[in-house]
């Protein structure tokens, strides 16, 4: 069911294709509730617009008097400009949904200036096949409502969850950047698998296939990852003398640092930004 909220998004990058892809396809808003912007690149805006038929405009006024949603997807460098540029047209009845990682939800309400409802958002890349899982943190003045549209207007690109602020961070280095990490696990697997003889497109098949089931075993499944990995293994056999290797190398170990280095340089780059952001 539909409804007359207009969104905006400031940033017209892969990011926005995405929920704007997303929005459509559930039939959730029109062509005409949807309008984008970006700094410069008008090329970038008729590619939207040809494809997807929403409204694309340069023209600040019209966009922010049209939509009551507005949805920041530029990098986190660019917010404080990008607030500066539209902080005149910038009302209180206004929802601001970020999507710049690292940026809180207090650096943005300040940089406006306003009592203005925020929320912060953090998807990872998948939202381009509609497999996103995205976090989504409540700012000082988001309400009940406000939260419930962002989560149906994320749920179109995959799975939310809501998390306090302070636990962006975890979610950045966990879900985030978590696709990095299965890429290049895949990347081993493939490099394994050349060297074993397998011919390339093979190989592939087999590995995506390997983690999509993997993965739907883990989700429809009420066993840990850990019975389930003790159920493919077999006393003295191949999975277990794999698995000896990893151990050796303190993989797991190693993978849990890694999240936790990620998550710590998140936090890093919040404090980062906000210093900079603000006093700019």
């Known amino acids: 069911m539909q409804n007359e909220t207009k969104i ?14 997303g929005l459509l396809q559930q039939n959730l808003y029109r062509n005409d509730q949807l309008l984008a912007t970006n700094r410069s690149n008008k ?9 997807y038929e929403i409204i694309t405009t340069h023209d600040k006024d019209f966009l922010l008097s049209e939509a009551t949603v507005l949805i920041l997807a530029v990098k986190p460098k660019d917010i404080a400009e990008t607030i500066e540029t ?3 047209y910038i009302q209180p009845h206004h929802l601001i949904i970020s999507v710049a990682a690292g940026v809180s939800t207090t650096t943005i309400t ?17 939202a381009a096949t509609a497999e996103s ?28 969850s809501i998390v306090e ?6 979610v950045t280095g966990l879900s ?21 003889g397998l011919e390339g497109s093979t190989a592939k098949e087999l590995i995506l296939q390997t983690i999509i089931g993997s993965a739907k075993m883990l989700q429809t499944s009420d066993k840990s990852p850990r019975t389930l990995r003790k159920e493919v293994m077999s006393p003295n056999g191949t999975t277990e003398a794999g698995l000896n290797v990893l151990a050796d190398y303190h993989t797991q170990e190693a993978m849990i640092n890694c999240i936790k280095r990620a998550a710590e340089r998140s936090e890093e780059m919040g404090q980062e930004l906000a210093h900079i952001l603000l006093r700019s």
Request: net charge negative.
């Open 110 to 126: 300040e940089l406006t200036g306003q009592k203005i409802a925020v929320i912060r958002s953090m998807p990872n890349t998948s």
């Open 8 to 21: 905006a998004f400031i940033g017209a990058g892969n990011m926005a294709e995405a929920i704007i892809s």
């Open 176 to 196: 985030g950047s978590g696709p990095a990490y299965v890429y290049y696990l895949v990347e081993a697997m493939e490099k394994a698998a050349l060297d074993l």
């Open 86 to 88: 539209y902080k005149t």
């Open 165 to 170: 602020e302070e636990h962006l961070h975890a």
């Open 43 to 51: 090329e970038r805006l008729a590619q939207l617009q040809n494809k």
């Open 133 to 160: 899982a995205t976090a989504l943190s409540a700012g000082t003045y988001t309400t009940d409502e406000h939260m419930k549209l962002a989560v149906e207007l994320f749920e179109t690109v995959g799975t939310v």
